[in-house]
């Protein structure tokens, strides 16, 4: 992934300020949690701001009204959308899942690599389908064993938080966690929880969302604001990864208010990202319409709002615009300001195998400018992308 040039002055002053704002924000929130804390206690503190989790974000507001150091250096985020390594009964690969991500392997590449986990590592419970399967419901399980090639792909973390993740009940959902944490692949989404990864110096948070009650959930918009601002309280960078908004070939615009599919409250994108936003996300990765769709910057941090299907063995539909996704590459800062991004446009081949190529990086670009206007991500021609108004990417040559 490049970055743009030191010397570009307009780029480090863009850098500069807003890494000025992020600490400034940090230590407004830090201050008031500190007065909470010492108000109302600890306790009651926790219970406001979410912060449940062993690193006790309760604490750590009542210590000091300062902000969280930062890390030792910059890090490199690498993210996918779905991921379904096969499921019985739609299909399993023939060598057991070791090729899966062979083509793709030197793309997933990052201090914290992240995907979405479409369905259940597990071999119990009870599908949500009965016996057999019908036209309108999925349940995907795939072979606990399949969690090496994840790990040998690179995966740092995995979000469960789907509208696959109760496929096969309460059982399903604890063999998926322990199969994750078994393979050394940090997991998060389920309600209240909150992944913190050791990464350069100190720790990164992670939280994943989706819209039902077996996840952090997309819906409650001042549950996610609480679990967000208590990781921030936690972490010099936030991460937040979502499951939401309609399916289909149709399905890659971004509209305002709450998307519905087959009668299912599938969430408002744009409200649930801009306030996870303003509670302290660094970056936010959207994933459930199946399909690519644009990318925004809000505050001066970019939402890409959908990454479509990574891979979807023998269980998606490929046809048109399904079968092309990206890998989103990007550097943030040791506060977590973003410093430079990049699409690597990769195709679906096969029964759902990904491949590096393919032509998404101009459809993206396409969607950002329709859905968000001068607040659209520029992205060139390669697939490097900026917040808007930054000339040295705005005058990059277009295709």
Not at 254 to 273: H, I, N, Q, W
Not at 303 to 321: D, E, R, T
């Amino acid at each position: 992934m490049s970055s743009s040039p030191d010397t570009a002055e307009p780029q480090s002053a863009i850098r500069r300020r807003s890494a000025v704002r992020r600490r400034q924000v940090r230590r407004r929130r830090g201050a008031v949690l500190g007065i909470l804390a010492l108000a109302v206690g600890v306790p009651v503190l926790r219970a406001i701001t979410g912060g449940t989790s062993a690193d006790g974000a309760g604490e750590r507001a009542a210590q000091a009204a300062v902000s969280v150091a930062p890390l030792e250096r910059s890090i490199r985020l690498a993210a996918v959308g779905d991921t379904v390594m096969g499921s019985r009964p739609y299909g399993l690969p023939t060598d057991g899942g070791r090729t899966l991500f062979t083509a793709v392997k030197p793309l997933l590449h990052g201090d914290v690599v992240l995907g979405n986990l479409e369905g259940t590592l597990s071999t119990g419970g009870t599908s949500k389908c009965g016996p057999s399967p019908g036209p309108n419901c999925f349940a995907f399980r795939m072979p606990p064993p399949y969690r090496r090639w994840l790990k040998e792909a690179g995966f740092t973390v995995m979000t469960v938080a789907n509208n696959h993740a109760d496929d096969f009940g309460a059982i399903g959902r604890r063999q998926t966690r322990a199969n994750l944490a078994q393979a050394g692949i940090h997991g998060t989404g389920w309600p209240g929880s909150t992944a913190y990864l050791p990464v350069a110096g100190g720790k990164v948070a992670v939280l994943g969302f989706a819209f039902n009650d077996v996840s952090n959930d997309t819906r409650d918009i001042p549950g996610a604001r609480k679990l967000v601002a208590a990781a921030a309280a936690n972490a010099p960078v936030v991460i937040v990864t979502a499951h939401a908004g309609a399916e289909g070939s149709t399905a890659d615009h971004v509209r305002p208010g709450t998307e519905m599919f087959l009668g299912e409250d599938r969430g408002d994108s744009l409200r649930f990202a801009h306030a996870v936003v303003e509670a302290g996300a660094d970056i936010v990765i959207m994933h459930g319409p199946h399909v690519m769709r644009g990318i925004e910057f809000y505050k001066g941090v970019p939402i890409a709002y959908s990454m479509g299907n990574f891979m979807g063995y023998s269980v998606f539909s490929l046809s048109g615009n399904k079968k092309q996704t990206a890998v989103l590459d990007v550097e943030l800062g040791r506060s977590g300001a973003f410093l430079s991004g990049r699409l690597h446009p990769v195709t679906l081949v096969g029964k759902g195998v990904p491949r590096p190529g393919g032509t998404i990086v101009g459809r993206v670009r396409a969607l950002s400018v329709q859905d968000f206007g001068r607040n659209a991500a520029v992205i060139t021609a390669d697939g490097a992308f900026s917040p808007p108004g930054t000339p040295s990417v705005a005058s990059s040559p277009t295709p």
